[in-house]
């Protein structure tokens, strides 16, 4: 072998005869594979996000065996569920229309103790059919998780797109390689894992984490976070330019609609200053509960879904506070 590969001419041939010579009547004993390990706390991440009403689609490369084991290990299919897999008997992919359509009737019923498992043969006749299409993502967007096995980096991002267009609802897609890029860029939020399969996800996603547990306080901390604040910060927008059009309003109508403001350029100015810095630095700081509460209890974070931060009927109590302190000061 070490004439072979200090050979100054044909080189590559010497070696590979020298290979060839070697590898003659062996037998094999046994098949190794490289272990791949999960990162810390992605058990507990992922059970903490389902009781905070957040469901979980795996979307993945490998194998149906493989697919079953993370499933497993990852906590998304639990001990008293099921797997309910869109196979036929010889254990292939189903190709029929019909066969998939009653398949998920079927599942439909039992999709309470059951985690739908499809693979990437089956999603392509799925995508390829409107009929199958609705079908399936209406009934999936029920189930408690759903993984999708021999899924190619396109049928990712095609999932990701058609769950948006579905349930009207947010999505976030989570990737660490450079085949979950076009499932980041569909998503409503980008989710990149700077992982040992490089910084391709991580550059593409919206937010940068370094290990897949940090998902939980991003989202259950900083995520409720934001939006509170953000709902609260919008409404009081409003609220503050609705006292000033009010009072200028009752005055105009007083006074036979004249063409002349109440106040001047710096009581408006100061008045758009103070009000504004003051109060908004009070709220964008506010926590109505501690960090240790939201990781306890992630039940808090349903409220969220539910929306009752920022709706009409927030809007319109947020109106009649206006409504008030305008009858109170132009009373003075």
């Not at 059919?129 to 190619?152: E, G, M």
Request: glycine share 6%.
């Amino acid at each position: 072998m070490k004439a072979a590969k200090t050979s100054m001419g044909n080189r590559e041939q010497e070696i590979l005869k020298v290979i060839e010579s070697l590898e003659l009547d062996m037998d094999f004993l046994a098949v190794t594979g490289v272990e791949d390990k999960l990162q810390e706390n992605v058990l507990e991440t992922i059970e903490t996000l389902r009781q905070a009403g957040v469901q979980i689609w795996m979307l993945t490369g490998d194998k149906i065996e493989t697919a079953k084991c993370i499933a497993i290990s990852t906590g998304l299919k639990t001990k008293k569920e099921q797997i309910f897999e869109l196979l036929d008997e010889k254990n292939k992919d189903m190709t029929d229309k019909d066969e998939i359509m009653n398949a998920m009737d079927h599942f439909a019923r039992v999709r309470e103790n059951h985690m739908l498992m499809i693979t990437g043969t089956t999603l392509d006749v799925v995508l390829a059919n409107p009929k199958v299409l609705n079908k399936f993502f209406d009934v999936a967007q029920h189930a408690r998780s759903v993984c999708v096995c021999r899924c190619s980096p396109m049928q990712k991002a095609a999932v990701a797109k058609q769950i948006i267009a579905t349930t009207g609802k947010r999505i976030a897609c989570v990737g660490d390689g450079g085949n979950d890029v076009p499932m980041i860029m569909e998503a409503d939020v980008g989710l990149g894992i700077v992982g040992k399969e490089g910084k391709q996800a991580s550059l593409a996603a919206d937010f940068s984490i370094m290990k897949f547990m940090h998902i939980k306080k991003l989202l259950l901390w900083h995520g409720r976070l934001s939006y509170k604040r953000s709902a609260s910060l919008s409404q009081f927008v409003c609220h503050r330019g609705m006292i000033i059009s009010f009072i200028q309003g009752i005055f105009t109508c007083i006074f036979f609609f004249v063409d002349i403001p109440i106040y001047n350029g710096f009581l408006i100015l100061g008045y758009s200053t103070v009000y504004t810095m003051f109060p908004v630095f009070s709220i964008v700081m506010d926590e109505d509960v501690s960090l240790e509460k939201v990781m306890k209890y992630p039940a808090l974070y349903r409220t969220l879904q539910k929306g009752r931060s920022m709706n009409l009927k927030t809007f319109m109590i947020w109106t009649w506070v206006s409504m008030y302190q305008v009858s109170f000061l132009y009373s003075f």
